[in-house]
């Protein structure tokens, strides 16, 4: 019997080692466990992410960097990680950006949603499949004849564009930020821009309902100089960073400045992502005169209907209008931090947001618009409601920790 005895713990204890060193067996720890992937054994890690606010968050995009990534996978490819909701158990939608294209990715993205004062947990593991599904967001520039040298760009939500010159000479304006309205959630820029047919007449897929006119539409920007706003010329030239599934990034560069013989240019660095209104946006001015002051002023047109609210305080204004018979309400929004807004003043049918700009330094705000036909923005209160918290968001950014 004692033989016996000790066989069967040598058998047990033999049992154990297998099952530790097999490829392919799991111990859950709870916060860290061993897959097979690539025919080895890999190392996954939990991504704990907390809502630090009482307001919800949809659609939140979680941005893991390149340093942080790399120090915990040093020698994979970040292109092939694979994040998964832990408690529904769903791999979710992801996206590597390398923003200045130096061939290193700088950011691992994916979304999800979170209650308020939320904290979830998702695994991050190495994939053998790095292809993605369909996007959810989409830029491009738009060749004559059709586009006249639009540059476009759209989410599940809304879409926006910029008028390419020949247009902006048609139109008297080359910095205004125009609104699709979409009624599907589905990529809708090459439909509107269909031959022999016009995007102002909605199809049953949306439309071109917003007039932006000679003005500044929704978020177009100027500079702000002896009491006035200057507009450049359309942009001339355009580069495409990062094209879904997640985020679109593009700049747009603008040189049509000239004041006492110094030289203005713009790039506007321009970020839209999934199941967003806001458009994030950074403007860096370069000056043959760096001395030369001025305000970088980025306006939303009010027509006689526009129902406008102000929060300076708070960093951000907005408005209501109507888009005429038949064709529903629009919002459009402007956030910026506090720190760097001069004042809000209402010029020329337009409420101008004037920011503090300086050479070389990217001013960074966000405007966004929301239509009522499609999507939860169905009222004026409830698009004020959205702006609040949308402020409240972009001040408390989600935490972001990996366990071992």
């Given at each position: 019997?004692?033989?016996?005895?000790?066989?069967?713990?040598?058998?047990?204890?033999?049992?154990?080692?297998?099952?530790?060193?097999?490829?392919?067996?799991?111990?859950?720890?709870?916060?860290?466990?061993?897959?097979?992937?690539?025919?080895?054994?890999?190392?996954?890690?939990?991504?704990?992410?907390?809502?630090?606010?009482?307001?919800?968050?949809?659609?939140?995009?979680?941005?893991?960097?390149?340093?942080?990534?790399?120090?915990?996978?040093?020698?994979?490819?970040?292109?092939?990680?694979?994040?998964?909701?832990?408690?529904?158990?769903?791999?979710?939608?992801?996206?590597?950006?390398?923003?200045?294209?130096?061939?290193?990715?700088?950011?691992?993205?994916?979304?999800?949603?979170?209650?308020?004062?939320?904290?979830?947990?998702?695994?991050?593991?190495?994939?053998?499949?790095?292809?993605?599904?369909?996007?959810?967001?989409?830029?491009?520039?738009?060749?004559?004849?059709?586009?006249?040298?639009?540059?476009?760009?759209?989410?599940?939500?809304?879409?926006?564009?910029?008028?390419?010159q020949a247009r902006a000479d048609?139109?008297?304006?080359?910095?205004?930020?125009?609104?699709?309205?979409?009624?599907?959630?589905?990529?809708?820029?090459?439909?509107?821009?269909?031959?022999?047919?016009?995007?102002?007449?909605?199809?049953?897929?949306?439309?071109?309902?917003?007039?932006?006119?000679?003005?500044?539409?929704?978020?177009?920007?100027?500079?702000?100089?002896?009491?006035?706003?200057y507009f450049s010329k359309s942009?001339?030239?355009?580069?495409?960073?990062?094209?879904?599934?997640?985020?679109?990034?593009?700049?747009?560069?603008?040189?049509?400045?000239?004041?006492?013989?110094?030289?203005?240019?713009?790039?506007?660095?321009?970020?839209?992502?999934?199941?967003?209104?806001?458009?994030?946006?950074?403007?860096?001015?370069?000056?043959?005169?760096?001395?030369?002051?001025?305000?970088?002023?980025?306006?939303?047109?009010?027509?006689?209907?526009?129902?406008?609210?102000?929060?300076?305080?708070?960093?951000?204004?907005?408005?209501?209008?109507?888009?005429?018979?038949?064709?529903?309400?629009?919002?459009?929004?402007?956030?910026?931090?506090?720190?760097?807004?001069?004042?809000?003043?209402?010029?020329?049918?337009?409420?101008?947001?004037?920011?503090?700009?300086?050479?070389?330094?990217?001013?960074?705000?966000?405007?966004?618009?929301?239509?009522?036909?499609?999507?939860?923005?169905?009222?004026?209160?409830?698009?004020?409601?959205?702006?609040?918290?949308?402020?409240?968001?972009?001040?408390?950014?989600?935490?972001?920790?990996?366990?071992?």
């Open positions: 019997m004692k033989v016996k005895l000790i066989d069967n713990r040598l058998l047990w204890l033999a049992l154990f080692i297998f099952c530790i060193f097999m490829p392919g067996y799991n111990i859950d720890a709870g916060e860290v466990n061993f897959n097979k992937n690539k025919g080895s054994n890999q190392l996954t890690k939990i991504i704990k992410v907390e809502n630090p606010i009482s307001v919800s968050r949809k659609n939140e995009t979680i941005a893991l960097s390149y340093k942080l990534l790399k120090k915990e996978f040093k020698k994979a490819d970040i292109k092939f990680l694979q994040i998964k909701d832990i408690k529904q158990d769903k791999i979710l939608l992801t996206q590597a950006i390398d923003y200045n294209q130096d061939g290193i990715i700088d950011e691992f993205l994916f979304q999800s949603d979170f209650n308020s004062k939320e904290t979830k947990k998702f695994s991050i593991s190495l994939s053998e499949n790095n292809a993605p599904d369909s996007s959810l967001v989409y830029a491009a520039f738009i060749s004559k004849p059709e586009g006249l040298g639009d540059f476009a760009w759209e989410n599940d939500y809304i879409g926006y564009r910029m008028y390419g048609a139109q008297g304006t080359g910095t205004a930020i125009d609104v699709w309205c979409k009624r599907l959630p589905d990529r809708l820029t090459d439909k509107w821009y269909t031959p022999g047919q016009s995007y102002h007449v909605d199809k049953g897929y949306g439309a071109d309902h917003y007039a932006s006119g000679k003005n500044q539409g929704c978020g177009g920007s100027g500079v702000y100089y002896n009491d006035q706003v942009y001339s030239s355009w580069k495409i960073m990062a094209n879904g599934p997640i985020r679109v990034v593009f700049e747009l560069e603008f040189t049509g400045w000239q004041f006492e013989n110094n030289d203005i240019k713009e790039v506007k660095r321009i970020t839209l992502d999934a199941g967003q209104y806001f458009n994030q946006i950074e403007s860096t001015y370069k000056l043959s005169d760096s001395t030369f002051a001025f305000s970088h002023a980025v306006g939303i047109v009010q027509r006689t209907d526009s129902e406008s609210f102000i929060e300076k305080k708070e960093g951000w204004f907005g408005s209501w209008e109507s888009l005429g018979e038949n064709n529903g309400y629009l919002g459009c929004g402007f956030i910026a931090p506090v720190s760097i807004i001069i004042d809000i003043k209402n010029l020329n049918n337009h409420l101008f947001g004037l920011l503090v700009s300086k050479p070389g330094e990217s001013i960074r705000y966000y405007t966004g618009a929301a239509w009522n036909e499609f999507g939860p923005v169905k009222s004026f209160e409830i698009w004020k409601t959205y702006i609040e918290n949308k402020v409240q968001c972009i001040n408390n950014k989600c935490i972001v920790s990996i366990r071992k």
